[in-house]
């Protein structure tokens, strides 16, 4: 009989086109779109080339030191290259800066550099900073060459001024890179994706427990008037749904690893692991919604759909920055969010690798699967009711 | 005949209104059982009661000679549902639909295989069976529907208004299917509005309203109940209206009334009544065009008890 | 009027799912929307960096975390794992660790190791660039120092000199000057607000306008509808005035929120542009909820055709994520879809100095493109529904 209902059930839910959209394609179609919107995003952030235009007068002509610095960083064949520099008359210079072509003029008046630009932003910033450093440059070598005098020696300004460029220019400052690797903050889309696609998952558990409760259609009905424990059609139905629900996740994952290149990290077993937690999660807490609510098979749809979408949203998925900001500022709402749970496993095993974070959200998704049960047990239990 | 359920003082109250109140009959072995009565009248809670879906506030139920309860897998066995809506899978086809059912009850393969052949037969779905609920009309899925709920071979069947909205065709076929698992051995509870297939259907009566049982017996007994023995339709234009009085006076004439050159008389009681009238018709020279004579109906019955027609 | 009282009765039934998206607006509005700091003079941006000092705070030390914490904003994080998600969040940029006996090191003359985490961002390459910079004039100064004493070492190395010396150097700083008057973070919100927006207009009028008009359509009704005395024209121009109808009250609602989010651009002149300019899209978006609801007559695939066609939209034309970061491949892709120049105006707007009808010319192209979308869909629309008139 388990077999029979199991066999059955899944074929059911197989067949059921909009069910299948639902766990199956949709996840499919919004992680392609993820992998569309997404792909530029990490490299838009990093300090690209900037645009600058030099107003090309005497007097930076004439001012060693700017000339050399920017001719430096703006060598096209160099790794260090900072700026992308064009060499322009002033009124040229104005152009370019209101039509958006360049973030930033660099114009000499006298030893007097001045900078013009058109809004404040990070390159502007860089930009000022680096002919900030050029300034401060001089100035060292001013001090050193007046202590030097003042010590009463000859100062060899040839000598400190390559001593000075050195030091600036040449940083031999002993900084250590101590970051960790797999910084690809874009990987939590993904994560919230396969979240989406867990909670989703549970509209086939839906599906399949409504059939199995009278008081949800005359399928359930028929159901319980068969002679076999309720227990048993029950969980082998509900069975077939997380099996199938199981099935779509695996298209998924292999569509995202093989397609879309997303990294899970290098612990594959636990990546499983957790895929079936979060499955587990969002059945049950469809059979919570399925029970506790109600209202109609429709009505119960939508509100799984709700409840989904807002999980997805507070963990990050229209905007990563939110998890972020849920998990630090409200982290009770992560607390009880499962769609958090499986993002935040997923990242900690990316990001941390297998650890005690990882495991606090298989375990959070663990004793959030047995509330939503507790939650859920009377109406699951309850063989006679009141009207249906 | 031995009951094969019997119902005792079973009462179901809702918010409310009292939808089953105190009600007590039995199924016995081998009939077909009709309750009939009209919508929201309570069948459909009865039944449910029965099969322990329903929680009830009073009475007692037991099948097979044993207390029925969700449990009770034994009996649940040998019991076969047809509810009212149809209730199968969109997603099977009609064999995957019979022997999903038929597989909750029968575990041997092949006695399954055989039993849903039969079943099949019994609807005349041959054709059909890979078709999709959604590519029947309605007819064919009321009985698919019934396959679904007696593929087992039960001992005993509900069906509960198994032909509303039905044509014609699938309706006999659906009527001649529940005589066929009656003469196969199956005692069959049936409930429907219809009075007329009741009549052509069961063997036994019982007529509910607002959750009471308000009369019960064959065809003929509740018939009995009835005042009327027999109503006389008579079509004439040359009627005399001395007649008419002589006609009311008469001991066995419930009812005699002239109007639109049509006589109607009820008579209750008395035998050879049109025989009689057509006499003294001829004799007091009054030519008539037609003559009808009608036996009582269920409706009549029920007009007679509840002061309602049957039909809303 | 009783055609248009049955479109109330079905918009009733699915109003959970405008709330839905009109509360993700909400969120994604009300986050977005930064302290405004409006000003036109030059401000450098300050990265978010995080000092971990394990040395004692005085002297160089002191010197050095006061100068990053004056051109940073610093941030305080208890746990290193705190950091890490902030780095791997982009909360911070830079994490500099400065390790025990850091100041007794540079006044020995050694370079002791700093370790550091950056998020590899352009802040995070512009603390890294802050922080070395000070290093090599430290590094200068300390040396220059130990030069003139090369005898008596770190005991007459004066530390206070040392970095009063730095801190002048690095007072000198270039003038900037800022051309723009507009507050652009403001503009930036107001954008973006609307921007979001494209998704909940286009969402919200397709779920519901199919849906009514899919209820309206199932066999037995549309039917009903033919037999019926009601003129068939008729029928589909009330139903066609109740949608117009509902959409404007979806576009009218969130235009009056945006002047709560979004604040007092929204009193501009820029302001009554991006009102405009979402109001043209609205009418296209009731134009594509009609073709789409006369090709899909069912109602359960109405639910996942808005979700595929919102969502697609949204992402391919930048409503969710800034347009610059999308790739371009994925822009020209985008311009199959009517929210592209909806959204290449909020941006244009988003940077126009003062609003004239030739400065306006690039907004009115774009509008005229989504109204032509809007005609294209209309007549698809007209000759779907005309095959299928006839009931089969």
Redesign the interface.
């Known amino acids: 009989m388990f077999g029979h209902n199991f066999k059955y059930t899944f074929k059911v839910l197989m067949r059921n086109r909009m069910l299948l959209f639902w766990t199956f394609v949709f996840p499919l179609v919004l992680g392609t779109m993820f992998k569309l919107a997404f792909s530029n995003i990490e490299n838009s952030e990093k300090l690209n080339v900037i645009p600058i235009a030099i107003v090309d007068n005497e007097d930076f002509q004439g001012n060693e030191a700017f000339r050399r610095t920017f001719e430096t960083l703006s060598d096209e064949s160099s790794d260090e290259q900072m700026f992308d520099t064009v060499y322009v008359s002033k009124d040229e210079a104005d152009t370019l800066l209101s039509d958006g072509d360049v973030d930033g003029v660099l114009y000499m008046n006298g030893a007097e550099p001045e900078i013009w630009i058109h809004e404040n932003g990070i390159n502007q910033t860089v930009l000022q900073y680096v002919v900030d450093e050029i300034v401060h440059t001089s100035a060292i070598m001013e001090k050193r060459v007046q202590n030097e005098l003042e010590q009463g020696a000859m100062p060899d300004i040839e000598g400190l001024y390559k001593n000075v460029m050195e030091q600036v220019a040449g940083r031999k400052s002993n900084l250590v890179d101590a970051s960790r690797a797999n910084m690809s903050y874009t990987m939590i889309e993904y994560y919230t994706l396969i979240a989406m696609a867990c909670l989703y998952g549970g509209i086939l558990g839906m599906t399949a427990l409504s059939r199995n409760l009278p008081n949800m259609g005359n399928l359930g009905k028929r159901t319980a008037i068969v002679p076999i424990s309720k227990a048993k059609t029950m969980f082998s139905s509900l069975l077939a749904a997380y099996c199938t629900q199981l099935i779509g996740l695996a298209i998924l994952f292999v569509y995202t690893i093989f397609v879309m290149k997303v990294d899970y990290g290098e612990n594959l077993p636990y990546v499983i692991l957790l895929a079936l937690a979060g499955s587990l999660a969002g059945l049950t807490l469809a059979i919570m919604v399925t029970t506790v609510v109600k209202t109609g098979e429709n009505g119960k749809l939508g509100i799984l759909i709700g409840i989904t979408m807002a999980c997805c949203f507070l963990s990050g998925m229209m905007g990563i920055t939110m998890k972020y900001i849920i998990e630090k500022h409200v982290p009770f709402l992560d607390k009880i969010n499962p769609a958090s749970m499986i993002t935040d496993g997923y990242y900690a095993l990316y990001y941390y690798g297998v650890d005690k974070r990882f495991w606090m959200d298989v375990a959070s998704l663990g004793i959030f699967s047995a509330f939503m049960l507790l939650v859920s047990a009377q109406g699951l239990r309850r063989q006679k009711y009141d009207s249906i | 005949m031995s009951a094969v359920v019997e119902v005792k003082n079973l009462t179901k109250e809702y918010k409310q209104k009292k939808a089953v109140d105190d009600l007590s009959f039995e199924i016995r072995q081998g009939e077909i059982l009709g309750l009939l009565g009209p919508n929201g009248s309570g069948k459909s809670t009865t039944i449910n009661c029965i099969l322990s879906l329903l929680k009830y506030s009073a009475g007692s139920i037991k099948i097979f000679g044993e207390e029925m309860t969700p449990d009770a897998y034994k009996i649940k066995r040998d019991i076969g549902v047809i509810f009212q809506e149809v209730a199968v899978f969109e997603e099977l086809t009609v064999y995957e639909n019979i022997d999903y059912f038929c597989g909750l009850y029968v575990k041997d393969k092949q006695e399954r295989k055989k039993d849903i052949e039969d079943a099949i037969a019994l609807v005349g779905l041959d054709e059909f069976r890979k078709y999709y609920p959604k590519q029947l009309s309605g007819g064919l899925l009321r009985r698919l529907n019934i396959a679904c709920g007696i593929a087992h071979k039960p001992k005993l069947i509900f069906l509960d208004e198994p032909t509303v909205a039905v044509d014609p065709q699938s309706r006999n076929n659906i009527l001649d299917g529940i005589r066929k698992l009656r003469d196969d051995g199956a005692t069959i509870c049936y409930t429907t509005h219809y009075m007329e297939e009741v009549e052509i259907l069961c063997d036994r009566i019982i007529i509910l309203d607002r959750g009471k049982i308000i009369a019960q017996g064959t065809s003929d007994e509740l018939k009995a109940l009835a005042k009327i023995e027999e109503k006389v339709t008579i079509e004439t234009k040359h009627f005399k209206p001395e007649f008419l009085e002589k006609l009311q006076a008469a001991p066995n004439v419930d009812k005699a009334e002239y109007a639109g050159h049509q006589l109607v008389i009820t008579y209750k009681s008395g035998k050879n009544n049109v025989a009689k009238l057509i006499e003294e018709l001829s004799a007091a020279g009054i030519t008539c065009n037609k003559i009808f004579s009608e036996r009582p109906t269920l409706n009549d019955v029920f007009l007679e008890l509840t002061g309602k027609e049957l039909r809303d | 009027m009783t055609v248009f009282k049955a479109f109330l009765h079905v918009l009733n039934k699915c109003n959970?799912?405008v709330i839905?998206y009109t509360?993700?607006l909400l969120?994604?509005g009300g986050?977005n929307a930064k302290s405004g700091d409006t000003?036109s003079q030059?401000?450098?941006?300050k990265p978010e960096i995080v000092i971990v000092n394990q040395d004692e705070n005085v002297g160089i030390t002191k010197n050095f975390t006061d100068y990053i914490a004056a051109h940073s904003k610093r941030k305080e994080l208890k746990s290193e794992?705190?950091i890490?998600?902030?780095?791997?969040?982009?909360?911070v940029a830079f994490v500099i660790?400065i390790p025990q006996g850091y100041r007794q090191a540079v006044l020995n003359g050694e370079?002791?190791?700093?370790?550091?985490?950056?998020?590899?961002?352009?802040?995070a390459?512009?603390a890294?660039?802050?922080?070395?910079?000070y290093?090599?004039?430290q590094?200068?100064?300390v040396?220059?120092a130990l030069q003139?004493n090369p005898d008596e070492k770190n005991i007459s190395l004066n530390e206070e000199e040392v970095c009063k010396?730095i801190t002048?150097?690095?007072e000198?700083?270039?003038?900037?000057?800022?051309?723009?008057t507009?507050d652009?973070n403001s503009m930036s919100k107001a954008a973006g607000y609307y921007n979001f927006a494209s998704y909940s207009l286009l969402a919200g009028a397709i779920f519901v306008i199919c849906l009514v008009l899919t209820s309206f359509q199932e066999l037995p009704i549309r039917k009903r509808i033919t037999i019926s005395s009601m003129n068939y024209k008729k029928h589909n121009a009330i139903l066609l005035a109740s949608n117009l109808l509902f959409a404007i009250a979806l576009w009218l609602f969130y235009g009056l929120i945006s002047f709560v989010i979004v604040g007092k651009v929204m009193f501009r002149a820029q302001g009554a542009m991006y009102l405009a300019n979402s109001f043209v899209f609205t009418l296209c978006a009731l134009t594509m909820a009609f073709l789409i609801s006369s090709i899909f007559n069912n109602k359960?695939?109405v639910?996942?055709i808005v979700?595929?066609v919102a969502?697609?939209s949204a992402?391919?034309c930048g409503a969710?994520?800034p347009v610059?970061?999308?790739?371009d491949?994925?822009l020209a892709?985008g311009r199959i879809f009517p929210a592209y120049w909806y959204i290449q105006t909020n941006e244009y707007l988003k940077?126009l100095e003062t609003v004239s009808v030739s400065g306006l010319k690039p907004v009115f192209i774009n509008m005229l493109v989504m109204a032509l979308y809007g005609v294209f869909y209309i007549i698809v629309a007209n000759i779907v529904s005309a095959k299928k008139r006839v009931v089969a």
Not at chain 3, 42 to 45: E, I, L
Not at chain 3, 111 to 123: G, H, I, M, N
Not at chain 3, 324 to 327: D, F, G, I, K, R
């Open positions: 959970g799912m839905l509360a993700l969120l994604f986050i000003t030059f401000t450098a941006d794992e705190d890490d998600d902030a780095i791997f969040y982009r909360q660790y370079t002791p190791e700093l370790r550091y985490k950056s998020c590899q961002s352009a802040d390459s512009f890294q660039m802050m922080v070395e910079s290093l090599a004039i590094q200068n100064y040396d220059a003139a010396d002048q150097t690095l000198q700083t270039s003038t900037v000057h800022v051309t723009t507009l652009t359960e695939a639910n996942g979700n595929v969502l697609g992402f391919l969710f994520i610059e970061w999308l790739p491949g994925v892709v940077t």
